[in-house]
């Protein structure tokens, strides 16, 4: 059974590309300086479409979670239980994402520290991220 796997646009292909050479990227706006992700052709604060993509540093804080037990889709039975986490970079955008070691010291919880790891699934990369 195949993961469902990301679908790329002309828009958000930059995006899986850094990911594929080992960069987290978001948007910035190069008006208001707002950040975000996921990919979209206007800033969502002032609605500019003068932005740029920019590397993150890969550390951020855990916003909030939730742990599946139950799969939905019949590729993530083997994967069960597992976390789908809202992490929040520390220049400001956020991302929906996974814990990779949620049994690391006390778990998951709200504003603990998690950094960058990229892991392939299939011919992507995606943007995972460790306790730390
Ligand atoms: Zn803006």
Redesign the pocket.
Known sequence: MSYPLPEPTPLSKPYWDALKQGHLTFQR??????AWLPARA???????D??EWTKASGRGRIVSWVVYHHAYHEAFKARLPYNVTLVELDEGPRLITNIVNPDQGNGLAVERPVELRIEAEQDFSLARFALI
């Open positions: 706006c190069r008006r208001c300086s707002h206007e800033c969502p604060e002032c609605l500019a003068d932005w």
